[in-house]
């Protein structure tokens, strides 16, 4: 076909016993972009047939946008998951503006729980989001792939927008190659849902760089592949990810407090903690700086520099992170799955008083 505007092409192998159907075929091997070419310029082989499309919808494909709440898990004081609470979690994530959450992600302690509250946690986030949430996302990783893609096949089958896995984190791979592979894996058991790869190096001690990762799944062929949830301090990595995949792919930034340090480098997305209590405060940095108004941006984005810093004196984690949601909410997220700590009344007290001496509560 000879036309004067770009277009679309796409090729798929005819084999006289492969009975996958032409649309199939023509999904797996993607579309590239060849602009006014004529068909002698393309090297074929003997039964590859090419054709003329006006676009290949890629329905496993999701863009992350704007705040994700990276949800804490509420639990009794016996320790079991305390599911009624998700209803009144997600009304009071709408009226922050916060509409897309991740769920059993560090922050949600996802780690400590079995497959069976994972699975109950991706049902309740799910119907309780239903009409109220734009994205749902399930963290599925763990120490086994298996698990990981029977996490992956329940959350397809209950509809959640998206899913993402960290690297296996007691026997680690060892490249980029290799975590390419397990998103494969991960991919396969869940074949109609956007799948992220969660970049958490300091947790997971799997040291790549996203760049190589990126290239390695397009080399291997991951279909659902939609991108990165990228905690990490390498910003160089992730200028260049967003530089050479950023229109294919989101590289959505998880370090809450540096926001206003990457949204110049093309971040539109962020998947953070705080955002369960603070995401006004976050909404009206992203505001302020798409307004060009860096005065209001820096006076927010300290806000939340002076909260994180009150957090990290109190060795960060998710149980103060989750008494500080229900400070502030007025939602009782209950305690944390040890071995994570449950800090003491005069303790939690303290950081009251920290955090008003610094202004946070008046900030958001």
Not at 31 to 47: A, D, L, N, V
Request: glycine content about 8%; some cysteine; aromatic content about 10%.
């Amino acid at each position: 076909v000879i036309t004067d505007e770009p277009t679309c092409f796409c090729y798929a192998n005819e084999h006289k016993n492969d009975k996958t159907s032409s649309q199939t075929r023509l999904a797996s091997f993607g579309t590239h972009q060849f602009g006014k070419r004529q068909p002698s310029e393309f090297s074929t082989r003997p039964g590859q047939v090419f054709f003329q499309l006006e676009e290949l919808p890629r329905e496993t494909m999701l863009r992350l946008e704007g705040l994700v709440a990276a949800v804490f898990t509420p639990l009794k004081e016996n320790g079991d998951v305390h599911l009624d609470i998700v209803d009144q979690y997600v009304d009071h994530l709408v009226s922050q503006g916060v509409l897309n959450v991740f769920v059993c992600g560090s922050s949600g302690e996802g780690a400590s729980f079995s497959l069976a509250e994972r699975k109950q946690l991706t049902e309740k986030w799910v119907t309780a989001g239903s009409g109220k949430l734009q994205n749902v996302l399930v963290h599925v990783g763990g120490t086994s792939i298996p698990d990981s893609q029977d996490l992956a096949r329940h959350a397809e089958s209950v509809g959640v927008q998206g899913i993402a896995t960290l690297p296996t984190v007691v026997f680690k791979p060892k490249n980029a190659t290799m975590v390419a592979e397990h998103l494969k894996m991960i991919s396969d058991a869940a074949p109609k849902t956007p799948l992220f790869y969660y970049h958490l190096p300091d947790y997971t001690g799997v040291h790549i760089q996203i760049e190589d990762l990126v290239t390695a799944v397009d080399k291997l062929g991951v279909p659902t592949f939609s991108g990165v949830k990228f905690t990490g301090a390498n910003l160089k990595d992730l200028r260049r990810s967003i530089l050479l995949f950023g229109e294919k792919y989101s590289f959505v930034y998880g370090c809450d407090e540096q926001m206003l340090c990457v949204l110049p480098l093309g971040c539109t997305g962020f998947i953070g903690s705080t955002y369960n209590y603070a995401g006004q405060l976050y909404n009206k940095l992203i505001e302020a700086y798409k307004n060009g108004d860096m005065e209001t941006a820096l006076k927010h984005i300290d806000t939340s520099q002076s909260l994180v810093g009150v957090l990290f004196a109190h060795s960060f984690d998710a149980g103060i992170n989750k008494q500080v949601m229900t400070l502030v909410s007025g939602i009782d997220m209950g305690p944390p799955r040890h071995p994570i700590v449950y800090r003491s009344r005069d303790e939690m007290k303290q950081v009251r008083r920290e955090l008003e001496e610094n202004g946070f509560f008046n900030g958001i």
